[in-house]
C-alpha cells in the first residue's frame, strides 16, 4: 500500500488560497489519490478523487504530475468553516483496506 | 432517511463489561468499515466487510469482534471493554471497491471507565 506523507498542520486567513501537498512517492501505476474532509466531531467526507493531470469539482481542485508521485489539494478562496482535517488516500486496485493516516490539520483565522 | 447511522452517539461503560456499537446503511453499499479514531493517531481501521457474511482484520483488530448476517448492519463488538478502547468510533460504507468514494457515520464516542 502506498504509504502517503502531509503536513501535520497549515493555517490560513479567510480568502486565500490554499494548497495542501501529499507526497506519495511508491504509488503504484492504478492507484488513485482520495482526500476527505473531517469537521469535528463529524465523520471524513469524501471531496476529490482523482488519477492523474487535474480534477476539479464545486469543492476543491486537485492536482496531480506527471510522475503522481504528489498530489495537490487546492481551496480557493477558503473561509472558517474549511476549517478542518484533510486526509490523502492512495489505494491500490483490488485492495480493500482504505487507510487514513493522520491527515492535516487546516485552520483559518478570520 | 438514507444514509448510514451509529448508534448509541454515546456510550459509557465499565471495565469488562461487553459493548456492541450498531452501524446500519440504507444504500446496500457492499462494503462496510470501522475505525477508530484517536487524537494522535488518526482513523486506524479496526474490521471490514466485503459482503455479507465476508469479515477481514484490519489494521487494530484484537479486543474486537464483527458479524456481518445482513448487507445493511455490520455491528462491532468489543468482548471484554478495556480502558484504552476509550474511543471515537466510525463506521463507513462504499458501493464497491474502496476506490469507491466512502459514506461515514456520525460516530459513536465510548468511554470505558
Known amino acids: 500500500l502506498a504509504k502517503t506523507t502531509q503536513p501535520i498542520s497549515m493555517d490560513s486567513y479567510e480568502g486565500q488560497e490554499v494548497n495542501i501537498t501529499c507526497s506519495h512517492n511508491n504509488i503504484a501505476t492504478n492507484d488513485y489519490i482520495t482526500w476527505y474532509q473531517q469537521f469535528p466531531s463529524q465523520g471524513p467526507r469524501f471531496i476529490i478523487q482523482g488519477y492523474k493531470t487535474k480534477v476539479t469539482n464545486e469543492v476543491a481542485s486537485l492536482f496531480i504530475p506527471a510522475d503522481r508521485k504528489s498530489s495537490t489539494l487546492s481551496l480557493p478562496r477558503v473561509s472558517l468553516s474549511d476549517t478542518a482535517v484533510y486526509y490523502c488516500?492512495?489505494?491500490?486496485?483490488?485492495?480493500?483496506?482504505?487507510?487514513f493516516g493522520r491527515g492535516t490539520s487546516l485552520i483559518v483565522h478570520p | 432517511d438514507a444514509g448510514i447511522t451509529q448508534s448509541p452517539r454515546y456510550k459509557i461503560t465499565e471495565t469488562g463489561r461487553q459493548v456492541t456499537l450498531m452501524c446500519h446503511q440504507t444504500?446496500?453499499?457492499?462494503?462496510m468499515f470501522w475505525y477508530r479514531q484517536d487524537l494522535g493517531h488518526g482513523l486506524r481501521l479496526i474490521y471490514y466487510?466485503?459482503?455479507?457474511?465476508?469479515?477481514d482484520k484490519g489494521e487494530v483488530p484484537d479486543g474486537y469482534v464483527v458479524s456481518r448476517s445482513k448487507t445493511e448492519n455490520f455491528p462491532l463488538t468489543l468482548e471484554s471493554a478495556t480502558r484504552s478502547q476509550t474511543s471515537v468510533y466510525f463506521c463507513a460504507s462504499s458501493e464497491r471497491r474502496w476506490e469507491e468514494k466512502l459514506f461515514f457515520g456520525s460516530g459513536t464516542q465510548l468511554s470505558v471507565l
Open positions: 466487510s466485503a459482503a455479507a457474511d465476508i469479515t
Open positions: 444504500w446496500s453499499h457492499s462494503y
Open positions: 488516500l492512495v489505494g491500490v486496485r483490488g485492495s480493500y483496506i482504505p487507510t
